[in-house]
């Protein structure tokens, strides 16, 4: 099955610096890569995806890039504010059949005033 | 707010005890999904449900099972709990279950097994 890491664990920047998570998968099927945001008390949010179809994709701060080539993908936050803290999580999918994403470990974002 | 209710947010319970954790999917999604979180294993899939079917079964434990009602909200029970049955459990949602979707997640329901 799919193995998807993520790194770093934690990730600690200040206010205004940019911050940068990368995530590894194994499977070369996969095809459609979500992250998610989980902030303390809630559950996983979904903020972008990208799929296999193209190489980067943005969202006002955000941004994510894919290399198929070398199965990885990462997320970008530029600008980073402190409700940018939360625990990120990537995650890899097949289209087609059940979606089943296969998530990350995750990484502990602080941003420091 | 997702959309997806989960209760309740906190369980205490005993080890060797049944439990029963309850989600009520976003108005008109059809798919449920099971989460357990913990420290050590991050996210991990555990059952997904599409209109009263399983669709999809990960790494679920035999002393767990679930269940969609007509209604499409979805239960979750755990029987004969062990202290590493403590995790957060979510419930998510989606529109469908055919094809890569948007996943809705709840806000979980803490279990301590004590």
């Known amino acids: 099955g799919e193995n998807v890491e993520q790194h770093p664990s934690t990730l600690s920047v200040q206010e205004g610096d940019s911050a940068v998570i990368k995530c590894t998968y194994s499977?070369?099927?996969?095809?459609?890569f979500p992250w998610y945001k989980q902030e303390l008390g809630k559950g996983p949010q979904l903020i972008i995806d990208i799929r296999s179809n193209v190489g980067e994709k943005k969202d006002q701060r955000i941004a994510v890039t894919l290399n198929k080539t070398a199965k990885h993908f990462s997320l970008h936050i530029t600008e980073t504010q402190p409700e940018d803290s939360a625990v990120y999580f990537c995650?890899?999918?097949?289209?087609?059949?059940?979606?089943?994403?296969?998530f990350g470990r995750g990484t502990s974002l602080i941003v420091h005033p | 707010d997702s959309g997806v209710t989960q209760t309740p947010k906190h369980l205490i319970t005993a080890t060797g005890q049944r439990v029963t954790l309850r989600c009520s999917p976003r108005s008109g999604d059809l798919s449920v999904y099971w989460y357990q979180q913990s420290l050590d294993q991050g996210l991990q899939f555990l059952i997904q449900y599409y209109n009263g079917e399983e669709r999809a079964k990960g790494n679920i434990l035999e002393r767990f099972s679930a269940q969609q009602f007509p209604d499409l909200h979805s239960e979750l029970n755990l029987s004969s709990l062990e202290l590493g049955d403590s995790a957060l459990y979510f419930c998510?949602?989606?529109?469908?279950?055919?094809?890569?979707?948007?996943?809705?997640f709840g806000s979980g329901t803490q279990l301590s097994v004590l």
């Open positions: 499977d070369s099927a996969s095809n459609y």
């Open positions: 998510a949602s989606s529109a469908g279950g055919g094809t890569n979707e948007k996943l809705f």
């Open positions: 995650a890899a999918s097949q289209e087609g059949g059940s979606y089943i994403p296969t």
